[in-house]
């Protein structure tokens, strides 16, 4: 169970872009969230996934409270979350191969022995050919960079996927490829899911339950 | 009318890039030559730069003395050579320092943020609001003269540009969602300032380093020059026309301008070859320049 405890967030602690907002995602379970461009759903994400640190507020992983944020989360706490960005030019590192970037937590970690195996099947999974995980981020297209992002994501096989707004740059068969990997892994993993986006019709034909951003706010 | 007009821009534009290639190229030629000069000729010709002879004393530049003679009779040529040897070690340390310095502050101003940063930054800049010549002239007047005095001098007084932009490149790096990924994947502080941060800083910390390396070689001659820098038995460009003064009223012109010359072709080849660099790895500042 993934619970969020009455978060304030934002980037200026005279206006927060939230105020006490609960959220909760029972295990293995996935919720979309819907909310117009700019509201601060993108930022909810980021606190669910500690990446941003709440002003006020509780974030509570499987019974876990978190421990702290960004850097400050204990590492298996933060890598319990595999975060997919909206945008995959600036959340790929651009000196690094496909193969690095899918490669990357597993070395942050300490498992490097493991990406040899890992990674190309992997990499297959998301539907990059070999010849293409040799490439730069320069040298491949918007959704085929955001496939390497989505098997990062999944290279630490996270008990939460956290997907913000993954699918916004991409066009429909990249998108219901995508999302396709996200529910096989889910199926084989049983984790769960915080996907957040605008549109209504993909979110509410993927996830088990939307909820709009104005019914978590209040309306505030 | 409109083709004309077109015709006469591209051929604009034509001229500009192949001057700019003709610079480029230049710059590489002469850099290499200083190289080369500087590191093959003293070993190589084994002479002594400093032998005196009095009875060759202010001859202007013949056959056997291309640069002349100063007015103790020592070879202006050979006087330049290790002088430029001289400045540029002096040149290249301290911008090599002076790069560490800067970007080490720089980063750890952008990684901490907060008030570390505001202090940091703010110390920049009363350090800045001093002109650094004279500051300079301060830390080498605390030293007896000799090399390391300037370097260090030089070194102090030259690190504040890089720290501003070092600390403006990791600022805007640390906010790309790559960083955030790299966290939620696993790294550590460490991994993500050596893995992610520094090697996106890196070439703008080398470049900041070469565009320096002729300013701090007109440091270090403007130091000499003004007698505080590297005692005057010690041949660098800045001794060297300091102790032309006294013959260039005397209308011996060849003890000035061949320093002058070795101090200005020189950085300026080395600026040349820096500013291509910079239109190489900033190309939208090429088509700015370009305009």
Known sequence: ?220 | MADTKDLVWRAKGGVRRSTRAWRVRTSAVLVAAVVLAVLVVPPLVNLDEQAVDLGMKLHPPSLSHPFGTDDVGRDLLLRCVYGLRVSLLVGVVAAVVATVIGTAVGALAAASGGWVDRIVMRLVDVFSSVPHLLLGIFIVAMFRPGVWPVVVSVALTHWLSTARIVRAEVLSLRSRPYVDAAISGGASRLRVAVRHLLPGVLPQAGLAAVLMVPHAIWHESALSFLGLGLPTHQASLGTLVQSARGSLLAGDWWPTLFPGVFIIVPTLAIAGLAGAWRERINPRRRSELML
């Open chain 1, 1 to 220: 169970m993934l619970e969020l405890r009455s978060v304030t967030a934002g980037y200026d602690r005279a206006a927060p872009v939230m105020r006490g907002v609960d959220l909760t995602i029972a295990a293995g379970a996935s919720v979309g969230l819907l909310g117009p461009s700019g509201c601060g759903k993108s930022t909810l994400a980021r606190v669910a996934a500690l990446l941003h640190r709440p002003d006020a507020g509780q974030v509570v992983i499987d019974g876990q409270p978190a421990r702290g944020w960004r850097h400050r989360a204990p590492r298996e706490q933060r890598t319990a979350f595999g975060v997919v960005f909206q945008q995959p030019r600036l959340s790929a590192d651009p000196r690094l191969t496909l193969t690095d970037l899918i490669a990357e937590p597993l070395r942050a970690v300490g498992r490097a022995p493991e990406a040899a195996a890992v990674v190309p099947a992997l990499a297959a999974r998301v539907g990059l050919g070999k010849d293409l995980i040799g490439r730069r981020p320069h040298e491949v297209s918007d959704g085929q960079l955001q496939r390497a992002c989505l098997a990062r994501a999944l290279v630490l096989r996270p008990r939460w996927l956290i997907c913000d707004e993954m699918t916004a740059m991409l066009d429909a068969s990249t998108t219901a490829s995508l999302v396709h990997v996200v529910e096989e892994y889910r199926a084989e993993h049983g984790a769960g899911l915080l996907a957040v986006g605008h549109d209504r019709v993909l979110l509410e034909r993927w996830c088990d339950g939307t909820t709009h951003w104005d019914d978590l706010t209040g309306g505030l």
